[in-house]
């Protein structure tokens, strides 16, 4: 028994370690480039409903999760415009987006008929792997891998040290040939993108639900995880 339940708390603590991993790689690459968005509280809301919603609407939990990264995509995208070419304010920009997903999910979940909260069918939320000792999420093999992934990305390719000049000298850069706001704003769409799929996986695979509280701050505990 004693063992059953080790094997629960880790398999647990795995998943539940999927949504502020996939935020944090995503924040850590747009860091890198020099942008700072608070608002992934918000992008992972949005797109834990709109991943839910797009894997019932196409019987697909694969469908799903793409919505859901499609949807942190474009988030990202308009931040990445108001920050980079049109010289907006981070913090701003990024409590808007915060304050905008948890009215617009709010007034969602009324609409489609329960208040605070959204099932979303069984048949639609992704298949774990069944290891014998527990079930696992596909997803979290996927996040190791691109953890690691990421961190090859930036400390040994040339994107990578184009991301980081970027981030710490933007005028250099300038200087060298690097389109500085295009690389800022595709920085910001990879980082919407990896937030979104975090959200995703929340609604499609882990909860198999949606709710105004689903995310629980795990935004703001990707952002502290980046800066330590």
């Known amino acids: 028994m004693e063992l059953d339940h080790l094997w629960g708390v880790l398999f647990g603590s795995l998943h539940a370690m999927v949504p502020i991993t996939l935020a944090a790689i995503g924040e850590t690459i747009e860091e890198s ?14 797109s834990a409903l709109s991943g839910a919603l797009g894997a019932e609407a196409s019987g697909s939990a694969l469908i799903g999760l793409s919505v859901g990264m499609g949807t942190g995509a474009l988030i990202g995208l308009v931040f990445g415009v108001v920050n980079t070419y049109w010289k907006g304010s981070q913090l701003i920009t990024g409590v808007g987006i915060n304050l905008f997903a948890f009215g ?7 609409t489609l ?12 939320q992704i298949q774990l792997i069944p290891l014998g000792v527990g079930s696992l999420s596909p997803l979290v093999i996927v996040t190791v891998i691109l953890a690691v992934g990421v ?32 690389l800022r ?6 980082a919407g993108c990896l937030a979104g799929l975090a959200g995703a996986y929340l609604s499609v695979d882990w909860f198999g639900a949606v709710t105004k509280e689903i995310v629980a701050g795990r935004g703001f505990i990707a952002l502290a995880t980046v800066v330590f």
């Open 151 to 182: 961190y090859w990305l930036l400390r040994r390719t040339q994107l990578g040290l184009r991301i980081r000049a970027v981030g710490e000298n933007p005028a250099a850069a300038d200087v060298a040939g690097i389109r500085v706001n295009a």
């Open 185 to 190: 704003l595709g920085t910001a769409v990879a």
């Open 113 to 124: 008929g329960a208040p605070g909260f959204h099932s979303v069918p069984r048949a639609v």
């Open 104 to 110: 617009f999910v709010a007034f969602m979940l009324i």
């Open 33 to 46: 480039a020099g942008l700072f968005n608070i608002g992934l509280e918000g992008i992972l809301l949005i």
